[in-house]
């Protein structure tokens, strides 16, 4: 599958959902110029093929929760079937096997600091040939969550995005959620498009109800819209997670400068020796040393830097569709 494959109204239909996962098509056809029938054709085409998929996610610090960024070091012979019962969890996003084929990197969230202890400290070490656990918290986010690097593939105009853009209020303190929203939540996570009746359906609650509520976990920034799509649409095929020092004093500065790199999918300050994150995606690797050799050989007071190449994503921002494979071992 490559890049010639799809066409400019396919990779405008990825960042329109970015924007608006849940606008209706008469809407993005409407501002994208086609019909209503066009929208909903390429939409099921892509969907149906498995090249996107539109995921309703909730944000960390809306909800107060501690953000984790694992490093899972495995005998050569375990790393797969670790990373398949990492990726298994309700507790994990973003499960990778890094280069060398001996080491995982992943994300996990805790309702609190103390909580977190149930993977990273007592589970994950005690697993049969894991022979090493780091975990980091993100201090601050650069870039990432609702952003999403499509928003940066310049595919809509201003006027275009304007057009379609949801706006969010600052929230006002930790959001509350009962059964009925985490229910809710659940069937959007898995499909961010799910229709009011499939809601209504899951909630037990009136297709009025979950379109009132639906509304304000956007407005305050609790539910948000990813897409997730197969990179090769748009003419990427490396991704790498890039772990670097940089002095306090130019950490600030630094993490800004990357957020703004079009290479640049995620970016956080971390506690640990390398104290800025992010993961950039590239169109080979030719392109990815052009870019450390450039820009990030640039940033301001970077003392040090790790570069480790993905070789296979096992699992994005949503939950696991995929059925475990039998002989896969799962995390106690």
């Not at 329109?16 to 209503?36: E, K, M, N, T």
């Not at 994950?124 to 040939?129: E, F, G, N, Q």
């Not at 929203?181 to 609650?205: F, N, S």
Request: hydrophobic letters at 40%.
């Amino acid at each position: 599958m490559n890049s010639d494959a799809f066409d400019e109204l396919d990779r405008q239909l990825v960042q329109a959902l970015q924007l608006d996962g849940r606008a209706p098509f008469s809407r993005i056809a409407d501002v994208l110029g086609v019909s209503d029938q066009t929208v909903a054709r390429r939409y099921t085409r892509l969907r149906t093929a498995g090249t996107i998929r539109v995921l309703g996610l909730t944000d960390p610090a809306a909800l107060g929760e501690v953000v984790w960024l694992l490093r899972v070091q495995c005998t050569p012979d375990a790393a797969v079937s670790v990373a398949e019962a990492m990726a298994r969890r309700s507790d994990t996003s973003w499960v990778s096997l890094m280069s060398g084929g001996t080491e995982i990197s992943g994300i996990t969230r805790a309702a609190s600091g103390e909580d977190s202890d149930a993977l990273l400290l007592r589970k994950l070490p005690s697993t049969p040939r894991v022979v090493g656990v780091a975990a980091h918290c993100v201090l601050h986010e650069y870039f990432g969550g609702p952003q999403g690097l499509v928003s940066k593939s310049g595919m809509l105009t201003p006027r275009q995005i304007e057009r379609l853009i949801v706006p969010v209020r600052p929230p006002d303190g930790r959001a509350r959620l009962d059964d009925g929203d985490r229910q809710l939540l659940a069937v959007l996570a898995r499909d961010g498009r799910a229709g009011l009746g499939e809601l209504a359906a899951a909630t037990g609650w009136s297709q009025s109800t979950v379109r009132r509520r639906l509304a304000e976990l956007r407005s305050d920034g609790t539910l948000y819209f990813d897409v997730d799509y197969h990179h090769r649409m748009f003419g990427h095929g490396s991704t790498a997670v890039l772990w670097l020092s940089v002095l306090p004093a130019h950490l600030a500065a630094a993490g800004q400068a990357v957020a703004e790199h079009p290479e640049a999918a995620f970016v956080c300050a971390t506690t640990g020796p390398h104290n800025l994150l992010a993961v950039v995606v590239c169109r080979d690797v030719r392109h990815l040393y052009e870019y450390l050799t450039t820009r990030v050989a640039a940033l301001p007071g970077v003392r040090g830097m790790e570069t480790s190449p993905t070789i296979r994503r096992v699992k994005g921002a949503g939950p696991l569709l995929l059925p475990p494979r039998g002989a896969a071992r799962r995390v106690p």
